[in-house]
């Protein structure tokens, strides 16, 4: 597995938060197994291969981080989301900069363009382009506002 699937699938486990009052620790439990994998992987394709290593240890801090730092998250999409209200915002693309912005504020490892860039990709394989174009734009403005330093 690869460092870009491995960032999918902590996105799908960001949206599956979403949806519920689970934490990100037992939603970890229940769904980082190689039996729920094998089970998700007849309709999804990534889950064929359960992550080793640092691919592991990347999905788990990813979707701890999402999980513990929501509210700072989604007060960022909210404020970048101009003329948007975050309610109504698409989940998918919501889960996608939750993801995205913590890597961007916790992970410096992970150059900010980089995380962007994989999240432009994610988001085309599930969302219609005025809704990617709407992620690179809130991203965009995001860095440039609250890390010019980085730019």
């Avoid at 938060?17 to 439990?29: G, I, P, T």
């Avoid at 999905?59 to 929501?70: A, P, Q």
């Amino acid at each position: 597995m690869n460092r870009s699937t491995a960032r999918e699938i902590a996105v799908h486990f960001a949206f599956e938060l979403a949806f519920s009052a689970e934490r990100a620790e037992e939603l970890l439990e229940r769904e980082l197994t190689p039996e729920s994998f094998a089970q998700r992987a007849s309709d999804e394709p990534m889950y064929a291969e359960f992550p080793q290593g640092g691919e592991l240890s990347y999905i788990t801090r990813l979707v701890r981080g999402v999980g513990g730092h929501g509210a700072e998250l989604d007060g960022y999409i909210a404020k970048y989301a101009k003329g948007w209200k975050f309610s109504r915002i698409d989940r998918v693309a919501s889960a996608i900069m939750r993801v995205t912005m913590y890597e961007i504020l916790y992970m410096p490892e992970i150059p900010n363009k980089v995380a962007i860039n994989e999240a432009v990709e994610i988001a085309k394989r599930y969302l219609e382009d005025d809704l990617v174009k709407f992620i690179n734009g809130i991203l965009g403005s995001f860095v440039r506002a609250e890390l010019p330093e980085q730019e």
